[in-house]
């Protein structure tokens, strides 16, 4: 009996190892600390959150730490702030982990709480939070921008995809691939915070490339892609003309083939 009890507590003493090693550890939060003319209830709630979740990594001044990168400096400021934290890329789990969309740890309140702290303490140089009225914009004007600016990455239908980009411009040889996200899921504001910040691998659009009416039209056109008119018939999951067109040509030859043998008579064969 105890010969046959061995093996299986090996085996769930194996188990619960490996489920133990697997386990993530709940990301590092140090303790804020109040001066001694501060209460706890009179802080900023922005500069609260700022020091709780984010100074670990970019600094309690913003200039950034062997963690996180420095916040005073480039497209940083009031929108590009929104848009990590609204789009759920920000905080990390784990430092230095890569940004990943995700649900916004965050509610809309302490989002702008954070921003108003971030921009008003270290006074980046990127820009503040766009105010857009999408009922300014014009649907023909936003196609026209879309195909000209974004359709080449994000697809004309705007599902993304991925490619390849040459990190180093002095070896061009060199490539790594990246993921253009499907803006399905973002809202107007956080795209237009992403045109207007380029983070990550995307480009920056100022108002000279892209106009505010041009900006607002553009969100129009992106809303519209969400579930477009699809009157040349099935949409086939909106993956674009190449695939829609292989499919076109597949399932035609092959009812074409079939309509032919059906009407059509072998060799041999009698009426």
Same mark, same amino acid.
Request: glycine fraction near 12%; charged fraction near 20%.
């Given at each position: 009996?105890?010969?046959?009890?061995? %093996?299986?507590?090996?085996?769930?003493?194996?188990?619960?190892?490996? @489920?133990?090693?697997?386990?993530?550890?709940?990301?590092?939060?140090?303790?804020?600390?109040?001066?001694?003319?501060?209460?706890?209830?009179?802080?900023?709630?922005?500069?609260?959150?700022?020091?709780?979740?984010?100074?670990?990594?970019?600094?309690?001044?913003?200039?950034?730490?062997?963690?996180?990168?420095?916040?005073?400096?480039?497209?940083?400021?009031?929108?590009?702030?929104?848009?990590?934290?609204?789009?759920?890329?920000?905080?990390?789990?784990?430092?230095?982990?890569?940004?990943?969309?995700?649900?916004?740890?965050?509610?809309?309140?302490?989002?702008?709480?954070?921003?108003?702290?971030?921009?008003?303490?270290?006074?980046?140089?990127?820009?503040?939070?766009?105010?857009?009225?999408?009922?300014?914009?014009?649907?023909?004007?936003?196609?026209?921008?879309?195909?000209?600016?974004?359709?080449?990455?994000?697809?004309?239908?705007?599902?993304?995809?991925?490619?390849?980009?040459?990190?180093?411009?002095?070896?061009?040889?060199?490539?790594?691939?990246?993921?253009?996200?499907?803006?399905?899921?973002?809202?107007?504001?956080?795209?237009?915070?992403?045109?207007? @910040?380029?983070?990550?691998?995307?480009?920056?659009?100022?108002?000279?490339?892209?106009?505010?009416?041009?900006?607002?039209?553009?969100?129009?056109?992106?809303?519209?892609?969400?579930?477009?008119?699809?009157?040349?018939?099935? %949409?086939?999951?909106?993956?674009? %003309?190449?695939?829609?067109?292989?499919?076109?040509?597949?399932?035609?030859?092959?009812?074409?083939?079939?309509?032919?043998?059906?009407?059509? @008579?072998?060799?041999?064969?009698?009426?």
């Amino acid at each position: 009996m105890r010969r046959s009890l061995a %093996p299986l507590l090996l085996m769930l003493a194996t188990v619960a190892g490996c @489920t133990y090693f697997r386990e993530e550890a709940e990301p590092y939060r140090p303790p804020v600390y109040y001066g001694p003319s501060e209460a706890a209830g009179s802080v900023d709630p922005g500069q609260h959150l700022y020091m709780r979740d984010c100074a670990y990594c970019h600094g309690n001044d913003g200039k950034g730490t062997s963690q996180g990168p420095d916040l005073t400096v480039e497209t940083n400021g009031g929108a590009l702030t929104d848009f990590v934290l609204r789009t759920g890329r920000m905080p990390v789990a784990a430092p230095p982990q890569q940004m990943e969309p995700g649900p916004p740890v965050y509610n809309d309140r302490e989002i702008a709480d954070i921003v108003a702290y971030v921009t008003s303490q270290f006074r980046a140089p990127g820009p503040a939070v766009p105010n857009v009225d999408l009922s300014k914009g014009e649907l023909a004007v936003g196609q026209q921008v879309y195909q000209e600016h974004c359709a080449a990455c994000h697809s004309t239908t705007g599902i993304g995809g991925a490619m390849l980009i040459h990190p180093d411009e002095d070896e061009p040889r060199k490539t790594r691939g990246i993921v253009i996200p499907d803006f399905g899921r973002s809202g107007p504001l956080a795209v237009a915070e992403a045109v207007r @910040t380029g983070p990550g691998s995307m480009p920056v659009f100022g108002t000279r490339a892209i106009s505010d009416h041009e900006l607002e039209s553009l969100l129009v056109y992106m809303g519209y892609l969400k579930d477009p008119a699809d009157e040349g018939g099935a %949409p086939i999951g909106r993956i674009g %003309p190449v695939v829609e067109g292989a499919v076109g040509w597949l399932v035609g030859l092959g009812l074409l083939l079939l309509v032919i043998r059906w009407i059509g @008579t072998k060799a041999g064969e009698v009426e």
